[in-house]
């Protein structure tokens, strides 16, 4: 890194309703705050905004709960219609426990694209639509290439994207943004073979860029603010064509699966 970084929020993104033009939208905000996009730049974005524009929204009133999600709601004292969205958005349930003293039990969920969550990141929060949840885009890779492609596209600029969810962490309280979707931003750097401060030659030394620039971005994304955008300049990267899926550890390496 150059030694200076500097994160900007966009300011003035309205609610976002499905097929309202994202692109569009991030461009008129960008001008709202005066910011001239430049080579190099990363927008990182929440993926609320994005699932909302792509039409990920289900009203729960239109869910029919199966048999598993009934059983799962006694268990957990959750609505099972919410469960039943929750299993259709999973590949399997990791965890599912209510502890003594607990209103509402936890489930944890491996989601379709491979993420461990909470409620395979089905979601109430931000819904401006009571009886609605928000599930994560279909593919938020692509999601993130056809907003960088878009802003690249208005301005000339060579531009990265990072859409962010909020995940809780095991072994750790409290949560974090993590990246769920890339576009040309590398999702990890191997800097193996290369020296520390010291010269000792690094063995395994691979940071997480992506998630890196999710948990920093969460520093301006306020649950309460309506600050669902903001971009990093500075930052030194090269292009690569990474998935946020590279970032999900491998069964094989689970130690505690």
């Not at 990920?56 to 709601?73: K, Y």
């Not at 492609?149 to 309280?173: C, H, N, Y």
Request: some cysteine; proline content about 6%; overall charge negative.
């Amino acid at each position: 890194m150059n030694g200076q970084i500097t994160l900007q929020t966009l300011p003035g993104i309205p609610d976002i309703h499905p097929g309202d033009d994202l692109v569009e939208i991030l461009l008129a905000a960008l001008d709202r705050g005066r910011i001239m996009l430049e080579d190099g730049d990363i927008l990182v974005i929440a993926h609320k905004v994005v699932s909302k524009a792509e039409g990920r929204i289900v009203n729960l009133a239109d869910v029919t709960p199966s048999e598993q999600a009934l059983e799962l709601s006694d268990t957990l004292s959750k609505d099972p219609r919410k469960i039943e969205v929750i299993l259709s958005e999973s590949r399997r349930v990791v965890r599912a426990v209510k502890r003594p003293g607990q209103e509402e039990g936890t489930l944890i969920a491996e989601h379709r694209l491979g993420f461990i969550c909470a409620n395979a990141a089905v979601d109430e929060s931000n819904v401006d639509m009571p009886g609605h949840v928000i599930l994560l885009p279909i593919d938020p890779d692509a999601s993130a290439r056809r907003l960088c492609e878009g802003l690249e596209q208005a301005s000339g600029k060579q531009l990265g994207v990072v859409i962010t969810d909020t995940f809780g962490r095991p072994w750790r309280m409290g949560l974090v943004n993590v990246a769920i979707g890339l576009a040309r931003v590398p999702s990890k750097i191997d800097l193996a073979g290369e020296s520390d401060a010291y010269g000792r030659e690094l063995k395994v030394t691979v940071p997480a860029l992506a998630d890196e620039l999710a948990a920093a971005s969460g520093l301006l994304m306020s649950k309460e603010g309506k600050v669902p955008a903001l971009i990093f300049k500075g930052v030194e990267w090269t292009p690569d064509n990474s998935s946020a899926l590279d970032l999900i550890r491998p069964q094989l390496e689970d130690l505690f699966r």
